[in-house]
């Protein structure tokens, strides 16, 4: 169950594509074969066993990082500006990358503003450095090891020559969205990408394209498989509660879900449960715009709101394509699920009842590897 909030208008729906008929019959779902199944994983872990990381390394492009030095806002309104949600960070003092500054970071951050009994001030974000906010971010998260200790996190990183499977496992055992590629080759470690399940994603697509028919299960439906998190009664979950929200909840809200659910991103939904839009968490870094973090309060700005900032920043730079949400089908095969799934910037699709645009569930990389994986 969600909180039941009356419906915001002006949301659109018109950044949002679908294919299909927007009647959809119910149709017999095709029993998947566990052979089949066991079969396609086989071939996969072969794939990725045997090719490396370099795979994943563009012809030309950019990695941004920043020194741990740089006072948090600051790294922020870098983020904002080069279109990016994370950046490793480097260490000058030991000479070498130590961690990542993600959306997760900025949430935590903000909700730290939004505390009234926090020491962390929005003036001190002018000169609190990237490397104090790290320290203090341990006492926020409560890691402690088995001597009751705090620690900090080491960084999660792969090498050049590491396996895509590697990688992958990498991704999804730590949880995290990339994983820098390093190498050690000279005497300063360099920085080749920052590896993601998206380019993993790719170079599969990219070696069946041409021999479907050796991984089975490309065709079967997504609802006869059990990937993703759903709607109860709709489709094989994972077990994991759907959560979706109303326009008008708060911005607070929507971030302590994003934290305490561990999701990336939550749809939002009118009365009648159709999507409107979604909220992720690299959606955060607009706020970085024209210090608009220091103009609000999480818990009075709406995730409408939030949104038009959102799309508003965006424009600005010119990184909004006029699609936020991904939607499929639970009728359509995996493969057409993995496919739009391959497609850079697509880390979700929600899915929906054609026509209705009702949300039924949610498929994310992570779903999607930890069946292919096994």
Not at 107 to 135: C, F, M, Q, V, Y
Request: proline share 6%; net charge negative; glycine share 6%.
């Amino acid at each position: 169950m969600i909180p039941r909030f009356p419906e915001t208008p002006g949301i659109s729906g018109d950044s949002m594509e679908i294919d299909g008929d927007p009647f959809h019959h119910s149709e017999p779902v095709p029993k998947i074969l566990q052979a089949d199944v066991d079969l396609s994983r086989h071939r996969i872990s072969v794939f990725l066993s045997t090719h490396t990381a370099y795979e994943l390394l563009p012809e030309s492009g950019k990695v941004v990082a920043l020194d741990v030095s740089l006072p948090v806002k600051q790294a922020f309104h870098i983020l904002y500006e080069q279109g990016i949600s994370v950046a490793p960070l480097w260490d000058h003092t030991v000479g070498r990358f130590v961690g990542i500054l993600s959306p997760l970071d900025f949430i935590l951050i903000l909700r730290e503003l939004g505390n009234h009994g926090s020491d962390l001030t929005e003036e001190e974000l002018e000169t609190h450095a990237i490397s104090a906010w790290k320290e203090g971010k341990l006492q926020l998260t409560r890691k402690f090891d088995g001597n009751g200790s705090l620690h900090p996190r080491r960084l999660i990183e792969a090498g050049p020559h590491d396996s895509l499977k590697e990688v992958a496992l990498k991704l999804l055992q730590n949880k995290v969205a990339s994983v820098p590629i390093i190498s050690h080759d000279g005497t300063v470690p360099q920085l080749l990408h920052l590896a993601s399940l998206t380019g993993v994603l790719k170079c599969i697509c990219r070696h069946f394209k041409h021999s479907p028919a050796s991984l089975p299960i490309l065709q079967q439906p997504i609802c006869s498989i059990p990937l993703g998190t759903w709607v109860p009664k709709i489709g094989e979950s994972n077990g994991r509660p759907f959560a979706m929200l109303r326009p008008n909840a708060s911005l607070s809200d929507a971030l302590s879900l994003l934290v305490q659910a561990e999701v990336s991103a939550v749809p939002i939904v009118d009365d009648n449960d159709s999507l409107l839009d979604i909220y992720s968490r690299s959606d955060i870094t607009a706020l970085a715009k024209d210090r608009a973090y220091a103009q609000i309060h999480l818990n009075e700005l709406s995730i409408h709101q939030a949104l038009q900032l959102t799309q508003e920043a965006s424009a600005t730079y010119g990184f909004f394509n006029g699609q936020r949400c991904h939607m499929c089908l639970r009728s359509d095969p995996l493969h057409k699920v993995m496919d739009r799934l391959a497609i850079p910037g697509v880390r979700r699709l929600v899915i929906v009842e054609a026509g209705s645009k009702r949300v039924e569930g949610i498929i994310s990389l992570t779903d999607l590897f930890k069946f292919l994986l096994g």
